[in-house]
């Protein structure tokens, strides 16, 4: 059975409206992607088509993984990443791959008023590995929720910074 859970934040100061202009610029989202802390990132797409905007992406993260799983994997962790966003309503799609028998996918929204903005990201974690694939899924949501807020405070610096430009 997958493992479900979900991250919430708000960044204060930065509009709904403000927002949704700026999000639609697809080079903050390559700029964020390339801020990550990961290895190797490769875009592998950036396209806009009317309100649906698809950013695919692979790249290596740095991750702490328990030592019975470093074994069993040999630290092969290089995740694909598709995001395919719906600029017309604030939500999009995630979908991790990697080269683990892991498959992740969040639905994210994005509400707001003239004040602040309200991220929801609600993930579903499988990891296919007999036994240890329970307590995998539980680590995996320690390195999503990690990964998740560096995300996010580097899209909040990315939004002010295009604010004051």
Same mark, same amino acid.
């Given at each position: 059975?997958?493992h479900?859970?979900t991250?919430?934040a ?5 509009s709904?409206?403000d927002?949704?202009?700026l999000?639609? @610029?697809?080079? =903050?989202h390559?700029?964020v !992607?390339q801020?990550?802390p990961?290895q ?8 806009? @088509? $009317? ?9 290596n993260? &740095?991750?702490?993984?328990?030592d019975?799983?470093?074994? =069993?994997?040999? @630290? ?6 598709? &995001? ?5 309503n =604030?939500?999009?799609t995630?979908k ?9 996918? !969040?639905?994210?929204?994005?509400? $707001?008023n &003239? ?6 990201l ?5 990891v ?5 694939g329970g =307590?995998?899924?539980?680590?995996? /949501? $320690?390195e999503?929720?990690?990964f998740? $807020?560096? /995300?996010? @405070?580097?899209?909040? &610096? ?8």
């Amino acid at each position: 059975m997958a493992h479900q859970f979900t991250i919430e934040a708000k960044i204060q100061g930065i509009s709904l409206a403000d927002f949704t202009r700026l999000a639609t @610029d697809i080079k =903050m989202h390559e700029t964020v !992607c390339q801020r990550i802390p990961a290895q190797n990132l490769e875009i592998l797409e950036s396209h806009l @088509d $009317g309100d649906i905007y698809t950013l695919k992406r692979a790249y290596n993260l &740095d991750v702490k993984i328990p030592d019975m799983a470093k074994k =069993m994997l040999k @630290d092969a962790f290089r995740l694909h990443r598709t &995001d395919v966003s719906n600029f017309a309503n =604030m939500t999009s799609t995630v979908k991790l791959g990697a080269n683990l028998p892991i498959i992740a996918s !969040c639905e994210r929204s994005v509400k $707001g008023n &003239d004040s602040e903005i309200e991220l929801r990201l609600q993930w579903t974690v499988n990891v296919k590995v007999p036994l240890i694939g329970g =307590m995998l899924e539980k680590h995996a /949501e $320690g390195e999503i929720r990690k990964f998740s $807020g560096i /995300e996010i @405070d580097i899209i909040e &610096d990315e939004l002010r910074k295009q604010l004051v430009a």
